[in-house]
Structure formats: structure tokens, C-alpha cells
């Protein structure tokens, strides 16, 4: 269950969800491809579901959003054409399970946010910075390193962690105990490290050790520079030598929360999914394990209101 730090009496939440990651994770987390009678290969599609499930149920958040990267090049890419470019391509059957994915978020009433253009981390952090504007506190699920620089008071992040059943939750603390480092460290730490996942270079020559010392010393990119002087001896070439690019990677790695989104709270309540739509979905997914997990889950009045509603 949810942390007790993590529940605030009298708090309204929102979780977001990192939907491409939750893809991927449920992708390879079930080895055997599981397919419908007809063919089609469910496994991302059964793990993403029952992922969800687990959020929900252990969560019991009061509203509730997923994001999505989209196919179309970022700004990111229009800065840097090399941008996530050593990325390995997931498998095709990953891909073609996703239209099915988003269907079942649709089925299901779940707001979904993506933007050509933008990422979805872009998407998560706006929305957070929106629902904090309304008084909603956040938790961000995902396992993107690059999401803890969102952390505030009002913002925690959570790594899946066993389906969701032992979920690992990060605070402004949590960060610096594993890090060294605070969440408003973070773009700063990347622009001196780079990041090879996302193929974007640091100050070359200087590994974490080393950014971590200079932040915990002079806590932001713009202080280490101010007091460049004081720096000794091959940090200070260094850091000379690649200031464009630390600050270049700075901009790359930062998280916009002002992206074109439009969230409205009302649009996410947890309270007005539709259960029967995604009962049906399972029934057509062949995934009759799901469909009575979920019903179980209902609450009695909404079931009976909802079976009643399918008579006509």
C-alpha cells in the first residue's frame, strides 16, 4: 500500500501516468506473448491493463491522467537532430500493440494527453504544475530519472516497482539520499554529465562524482561558473572548455510546464470512469482474468447501475 507519508488527510490527488513507459514496462515484464483466438498479441496490452488496475487500487487517487510521447520529431529534435538518436527501437509487436492501448484508455474515460511536438514528460510536468494551481496534490508515475526535477511540496514521484505493489516513492529527501543531489539539482546535474540515454553530452571528462561535489558546493550550473576562478585544476579547463555545451544540454534536459495543455480537473475524476466500456474491452480482448478482477473492483452501485444501463 501507498506510503503513510503519502497520504495527507483531506488532500485531493491526481496521479499521471507515464504511459509509454508503463507500455514498455508491461511489454517486457510478460515473457510468453499472449494472443487472442484470432492471433493478435495482447501482452502489452494485458500487462498495461493490469498495471492500471494496480494504480488505481492502490492509489485511490480522487482524479487520475495518462500521457503519451506521439510519433512527430519534438522541439527537442528541432534543437538538436542527434536527440535520443542511439535509442535501440523497440520491437514492431511493442508498437502495434499501443493503438489497442490507447482504445482501452479511451474505453475506459481516462484522460490521455500527448502533443505533436512536445514529449510526455513535457505533458506530466504541466499537468502537474496545473492541478498544483488548484490545490491538487501529484504523484508522478513513471521511471524516468528526468521527472525528479518536478518534485516540490506538491509534487512526488513514483517508480513501478513489482506491478505496482511495492511502488518506491520520491520525495525532495528520497532524492538527495539516493543522488546527492535536490530535484531542482537535477537539470543542472545533467547539463554537467549529459545524458546517454537521451544522447545528450555534458562537460566531458567530469562523471557524477564530480557534479555532484560541484553542485553540493556551489548548488547551480550559474554558480559553478560564477565562481569558476575558484575551481582547481582539471574541472576549471573542463568547464571552460565545454560552457556552451553544459548550457545547451541544460536547456535540452529541462522539463517545459507551460506546454499547450489543457487540463480541467473535472476531466480526470477517478469517479467517472467507465467500467462497463472497459469491461467490454476485456471481454473483447479475451481476457476474462482482468474482466473479474475489475469487477470486483466496482463499487455495488455503480455496477448495478451500469448492468442496468447495457439492457438498453
Not at 201 to 229: F, N, Q, R, S, W
Not at 253 to 280: M, N
Amino acid at each position: 500500500m501507498i506510503e503513510e507519508q503519502h497520504k495527507k488527510t483531506g488532500e485531493k490527488r491526481l496521479v499521471v501516468i507515464d504511459g509509454n513507459h508503463l507500455i514498455h514496462r508491461a511489454f517486457y515484464a510478460i515473457q510468453n506473448p499472449l494472443k487472442t483466438s484470432t492471433g493478435e498479441q495482447t501482452n502489452a496490452i494485458f500487462g498495461f491493463a493490469s498495471m492500471l488496475l494496480n494504480i488505481i487500487e492502490e492509489e485511490k487517487p480522487d482524479y487520475i491522467a495518462l500521457t503519451f510521447d506521439e510519433r512527430a520529431p519534438t522541439f527537442r529534435h528541432e534543437k538538436h537532430e542527434e536527440y535520443k538518436a542511439t535509442r535501440k527501437k523497440a520491437p514492431d509487436e511493442l508498437y502495434a500493440q499501443i493503438p489497442r492501448i490507447r482504445e482501452m484508455v479511451k474505453r475506459f474515460n481516462i484522460s490521455a494527453y500527448s502533443k505533436e511536438g512536445y514529449e510526455a514528460d513535457d505533458m506530466m510536468g504541466t499537468l502537474a504544475k496545473l492541478a498544483g494551481q488548484e490545490g491538487i496534490f501529484t504523484h508522478i508515475v513513471t521511471g524516468d530519472m528526468d521527472m525528479m526535477q518536478l518534485i516540490n511540496p506538491q509534487v512526488v514521484v513514483v517508480f513501478p516497482h513489482k506491478g505496482y505493489r511495492e511502488p518506491v516513492f520520491y520525495d525532495s529527501d528520497k532524492v538527495f539520499e539516493k543522488y546527492g543531489i535536490y530535484p531542482n539539482q537535477v537539470v543542472d546535474y545533467k547539463a554537467i554529465v549529459g545524458d546517454t540515454s537521451d544522447n545528450i553530452k555534458g562537460v566531458d571528462g567530469i562523471g557524477p562524482k564530480g557534479a555532484t561535489d560541484l553542485l553540493g558546493k556551489y548548488k547551480t550550473l550559474d554558480g559553478i561558473y560564477e565562481h569558476l576562478d575558484e575551481i582547481k585544476g582539471s574541472h576549471k579547463e573542463k568547464l571552460e572548455r565545454d560552457k556552451k555545451i553544459a548550457y545547451f544540454a541544460q536547456d535540452l534536459a529541462r522539463i517545459r510546464v507551460d506546454s499547450p495543455c489543457e487540463f480541467k480537473s473535472e476531466d480526470t475524476k477517478l469517479e467517472d470512469l467507465d467500467y462497463l466500456g472497459l469491461l467490454k474491452f476485456f471481454d473483447e480482448m479475451e481476457m476474462r482474468s482482468l474482466h473479474r478482477r475489475l469487477t470486483k473492483m466496482i463499487p455495488t452501485e455503480k455496477l448495478q447501475s451500469e448492468e442496468q444501463m447495457s439492457l438498453f
